[in-house]
Nanobody, 117 residues
Framework: VQLQASGGGLVQAGGSLRLSCAAS????????MGWFRQAPGKEREIVAA????????YYHDSVKGRFTISRDNAKNTVYLEMKSLKPEDTAVYYC???????????WGQGTLVTVSS
């Protein structure tokens, strides 16, 4: 599966953005999907994940209550709704597909989110 992330940009603290990740291929609905981010000088971290059916989700503690991951299998797209953004959310955000449990082996190109204070 090939992934294309979009929706990043510059936003003020407290603002909102919605990231999208469009997937090609007819097997999208069989993959668990995740959003990751990497800030300058920091390691990549998982932000949120969603099961193939959408029935199960995971969030990093730092984004719980502010970010929402969702997917539309009919559109081969996974979303990350981000609210109450903070400067520390600034990072390149990547979407990824898991070929096996917790094994993310398909990556999109990343989209930059910059939150100004």
């Amino acid at each position: 599966v090939q992934l294309q992330a979009s929706g990043g940009g510059l936003v003020q603290a407290g603002g909102s953005l919605r990231l999208s990740c469009a997937a090609s291929g007819r097997t999208f609905s069989t993959y668990s999907m995740g959003w990751f981010r990497q800030a300058p000088g920091k390691e990549r971290e998982i932000v949120a994940a969603i099961s193939w059916s959408g029935s199960s989700t995971y969030y990093h503690d730092s984004v719980k209550g502010r970010f929402t991951i969702s997917r539309d299998n009919a559109k081969n797209t996974v979303y990350l709704e981000m609210k109450s953004l903070k400067p520390e959310d600034t990072a390149v955000y990547y979407c990824a597909a898991a070929g096996g449990p917790g094994h993310y082996d398909n990556w999109g190109q990343g989209t930059l989110v910059t939150v100004s204070s």
